[in-house]
C-alpha cells in the first residue's frame, strides 16, 4: 500500500467541512455531519480523510469562533514571562492581551475561546472515526492499517484532552458521538477522570503505533512521540517514577542516539530552521508549509506559520527579516537570563542593535522592548514566491523535541527521587551541546535549563504554573493564585447547557 501523509486540510471531501466546523458551541459540531455516519467510511481513502480530519485541529491559527488569530503559542507566551502580548495597541488581538494582563481575563475576554473549540473539535473529530473504525472492518483496509488509525485517533483524542484539561480543569468527558438529545447535557468531570482517561487513550495507541515513519509521512504520530506525551501526562500528574520510566523509553542514553532514532542536533539553530525540518531531535512535529500561495481570501484554512507574521518587527525596513506586526516581544527578563549563554542568538532578535548597525528602521510596537523572537522569526531568505507574504511562512511547531524530554525526565527523576546520576546526565547533555559547563541536577537548576533551553516555544506558562511559581514570577501579570491557574469556561458555552463556571471567573 502507498504511503500515506498527514498535509492538514489538504484533503478534500464532501463532509469534511461539516466535520470541521466550529460555530457557537462544541455541542453543535455533529448536526450537519451527520450523514456521514451512515455508509461513509466504508474504503480505505475515506477512512485516512476522516483521520486527517483528527489532525487538522492541530494546525488551527486563523479563523474559529472569535474569527481572528488563533495560534495557541501568541497567549501562551503573552501569559508568560518569555514575552509581552505587543502589537499595535492595548486592544490589539484581545485574546492575547488578557494573557498578558490577567485583570482583562474574563469568561468574554481571552483565549479561551478558541482553546476550548479547537480541542473539542479534535475530540469530536476522534470520536467519530473512532466510532467508524473500532469493531468494524473497512473493506480493503488491512488490520494492521486499521489499527494504526485507531492508534493515531486515541493519541490525538488523548492530545486534545490534555490540553483541555490543564487549561480549564473542569470540562465534560465525551467519548463517543454526541446524539442531538445530548448535546446541551454534559456535564464537567473531576479533573483526575481527564487524566485518567488520557492515560488510557495514550497506553493504548502505543503498541500500535510505528516506531518511525518514512519522510513521506511526517508529521504522523510514533510511539516515541506517545510515549513522550504520556511522560509529560504523568509528569503533570506528579508520578515521577511513571513518567520517568516512559521518558527513558524515548530518550535512551544521554547525548547519544536512541531506540527510536532521536538525538540532539549538533547545531541549537538548526532545530528551528524550515531547512531542517523533522530533525532528529523532533519527537511530535506540526508541519507548516510556504508554497500554497495563501491568500486573504483563505482566512480560516491557512496551514502555512501566521506566527512568524505576527511576531517580526513592524515596519522594519531594513535586511534579513520581513517586516511583522509586532507582537509577543521578548521581555528584559530573558534577554537578560539568556546573556552570555550561546542560545541567545538563535533565541532573542536584539532589532535595536540589528536597527544601529545596518542604519535600517522599525516602529516600536506596544510594549516594545527591542527585542523579539528569533525562533520563528519572519526570514526574508523563506520569502513566499508566490501568494501574500504575511500568510505563506514555513516554519513548522515543534511541539515536543528531545532536549525537552530530556529535562523532564531529568525533573521526573529529581522530583521522585530517582537516578540523580542519569538526571544530571540529562541535564548536561543538554548544556553541553552548546557548549556549556555541566551543572548539578537540582530542580532549580532543571527549572532554569528549562526556561533557557525551551524560551518562547510556548512551555513556560504551564511549566510556572504546575511548578506552583506562577504566582511570584507572573506577579506583574497579575496572576492571582487559586484563580488563573485555569482559564475560564467560555461564556457561550454557559449559555442553555448544565457547564459550571471555574472558581473565580
Known amino acids: ?129 473512532l466510532s467508524k473504525l473500532e469493531g468494524a472492518a473497512i473493506p480493503g483496509l488491512s488490520t494492521s492499517l486499521q489499527a494504526r488509525y485507531i492508534a493515531e485517533a486515541k493519541f490525538l483524542r488523548g492530545h486534545y484532552y490534555f490540553d483541555l484539561v490543564r487549561i480549564f480543569g473542569n470540562v465534560p468527558l465525551i467519548l463517543k458521538v454526541l446524539t442531538s438529545a445530548d448535546l446541551y447535557n454534559q456535564k464537567q468531570v473531576a479533573p483526575e477522570a481527564v487524566y485518567a482517561q488520557v492515560e488510557a487513550d495514550l497506553t493504548a495507541a502505543i503498541p500500535n503505533l510505528p516506531a518511525t515513519v518514512a519522510a513521506s509521512e511526517n508529521g504522523r504520530v510514533t510511539q516515541g512521540a506517545a510515549k513522550a506525551l504520556l511522560g509529560k501526562v504523568l509528569l503533570y500528574e506528579k508520578k515521577y517514577a511513571q513518567a520517568a520510566a516512559q521518558f527513558a523509553d524515548v530518550n535512551g542514553t544521554p547525548g547519544g542516539t536512541s531506540t527510536y532514532g532521536y538525538h540532539l542536533l549538533s547545531n541549537f539553530g538548526d532545530i528551528f530552521s524550515p531547512d531542517h525540518k523533522f530533525s532528529t531531535e523532533s519527537i511530535f512535529e506540526i508541519a507548516r508549509t510556504g508554497s500554497q500561495s495563501y491568500s486573504w481570501n483563505n482566512w480560516n484554512q491557512f496551514k502555512s506559520s501566521v506566527y512568524t507574521q505576527m511576531i517580526g518587527a513592524r515596519s522594519f525596513n531594513g535586511p534579513i527579516y520581513w517586516a511583522g506586526w509586532g507582537f509577543n516581544p521578548v521581555t528584559t527578563s530573558l534577554a537578560t537570563a539568556l546573556k552570555g549563554d ?39 531568505k523563506y520569502k513566499a514566491a508566490t501568494g501574500t507574504t504575511e500568510l505563506n511562512f514555513p516554519n513548522d511547531y515543534i511541539e515536543i523535541r528531545l532536549a525537552d524530554t530530556y529535562l523532564m525526565e531529568a525533573e521526573a527523576l529529581v522530583q521522585g527521587n530517582g537516578d540523580v546520576a542519569r538526571a544530571a546526565a540529562l541535564l548536561n547533555a543538554v548544556r553541553a551541546r ?72
Open 1 to 129: 500500500m502507498k504511503k500515506r501523509y498527514i498535509k492538514y486540510g489538504a484533503v478534500v471531501l464532501i463532509g469534511i467541512g461539516a466535520l470541521a466546523s466550529c460555530k457557537k458551541s462544541f455541542l453543535e459540531l455533529d448536526p450537519k455531519g451527520q450523514f456521514l455516519e451512515g455508509t461513509y467510511y466504508s474504503t480505505p481513502d475515506q477512512a485516512f480523510a476522516g483521520l486527517v480530519a483528527a489532525y487538522d485541529p492541530l494546525n488551527t491559527q486563523t479563523g474559529g469562533s472569535d474569527n481572528t488569530y488563533s495560534d495557541p503559542l501568541g497567549p501562551l507566551n503573552s501569559g508568560s514571562d518569555d514575552c509581552v502580548a505587543g502589537g499595535g495597541s492595548s486592544t490589539d488581538q484581545n485574546t492575547w492581551q488578557a494573557m498578558n494582563d490577567m485583570t482583562m481575563l474574563t469568561p468574554a475576554v481571552g483565549p479561551q475561546g478558541e482553546f476550548w473549540n479547537i480541542n473539542f473539535t479534535g475530540v469530536n473529530h476522534a470520536n467519530l472515526i
Open 434 to 505: 552548546v557548549g556549556l559547563a555541566p551543572t548539578t541536577a537540582t530542580l532549580a537548576n532543571i527549572q532554569n535549563e528549562r526556561r533557557l533551553e525551551l524560551a518562547t516555544e510556548g512551555h513556560r506558562y504551564f511549566d510556572l504554573v504546575r511548578w506552583g511559581l506562577a504566582p511570584t514570577v507572573l506577579a506583574s501579570k497579575h496572576f492571582t493564585a487559586g484563580k488563573n491557574e485555569i482559564l475560564p469556561i467560555p461564556l457561550n458555552e454557559l449559555n442553555n447547557t448544565v457547564l459550571v463556571q471555574n472558581k473565580g471567573y
Open 342 to 380: 550561546p542560545r541567545y542568538g538563535y533565541t532573542v532578535l536584539n532589532m535595536d542593535s540589528l536597527s544601529k548597525a545596518t542604519n535600517s528602521t522599525y516602529q516600536p510596537s506596544y510594549q516594545n522592548t527591542g527585542y523579539f523572537i528569533q525562533k520563528y522569526a519572519p526570514l526574508l
